[in-house]
């Protein structure tokens, strides 16, 4: 099993719409996670950490943990075009990230 | 804070040539990653240092990729000799350990190998 796994293709949202992603994780990386959004062309940029089970929200963005089912999610409320880019799930493990493939998530306006 | 620099920010090269990328970290930080970037493998670790001693390099593909960091301030990974599979985003990225500071990316250097 891959430390971080993010399987979904794709997600095309309509603008003002709720975009949602997922990611599953080993025991290797169960530390902390993290949910990073790379631009076409441009290097990851972290925009929400999550260290225990349950919610935390921070503007728009909402992350959700499940420690028992070793799963994240990342919800985006009130998608913006601007919100259209690449999101990485990351898990910290051994001080060090592993990172998942990423999804794709556009915003249609 | 000028962040994580790597150059160079494209390289094109042929195949069977020496490539060297080059990162400073941000300064403070004790802790430097490099990762490679392609469509069908993601962001994978290739390895990492901790106060300039390499302390995991099993993402390291084969013998011909070697990296090092000779001081605090720079790190340097070296391709030789390189091949077209060898073309990805090589990403550096350095951390202050032990606290709630993110991961900090550079800009990525593209490589493609002819």
């Known amino acids: 099993q891959k430390e971080v796994e993010q399987n979904s293709g794709p997600l095309s949202v309509p603008e003002g719409a709720i975009a949602s992603l997922n990611c599953t994780y080993s025991?290797?990386?169960?530390?902390?996670f993290f949910w990073y959004r790379q631009y076409s062309g441009k290097s990851p940029e972290l925009i929400m950490s999550?260290?225990?089970?349950g919610d935390k929200e921070d503007g728009r963005f909402t992350a959700q943990l499940n420690k028992a089912s070793q799963y994240v999610s990342l919800l985006i409320r009130d998608s913006q075009p601007s919100d259209s880019a690449t999101y990485l799930c990351?898990?910290?493990?051994?001080?060090?990230?592993?990172f998942g493939k990423g999804n794709q998530v556009v915003v249609i306006p | 804070d000028a962040g994580v620099i790597q150059s160079p920010r494209h390289e094109v090269t042929e195949m069977g040539q020496e490539v060297t990328l080059r990162c400073k970290p941000i300064s403070g930080h004790n802790s430097l990653f490099w990762y490679r970037q392609t469509m069908m493998r993601g962001l994978e670790l290739l390895i990492y240092?901790?106060?300039?001693?390499?302390?995991?390099d099993s993402g390291m593909p084969e013998d011909r990729f070697s990296a090092k960091m000779p001081n605090a301030s720079f790190s340097t990974l070296k391709i030789q000799p390189s091949e077209p599979r060898d073309s990805a985003v090589y990403f550096c990225?350095?951390?202050?350990?032990?606290?709630?500071?993110?991961?900090?990316f550079g800009n990525g250097t593209r490589l493609t190998v002819t």
């Open positions: 999550i260290y225990s089970n």
């Open positions: 025991d290797r990386v169960s530390q902390s």
């Open positions: 990351a898990g910290k493990g051994n001080n060090r990230l592993a």
């Open positions: 990225a350095s951390i202050q350990t032990g606290t709630n500071s993110p991961l900090h």
């Open positions: 240092f901790n106060n300039n001693v390499p302390i995991d």
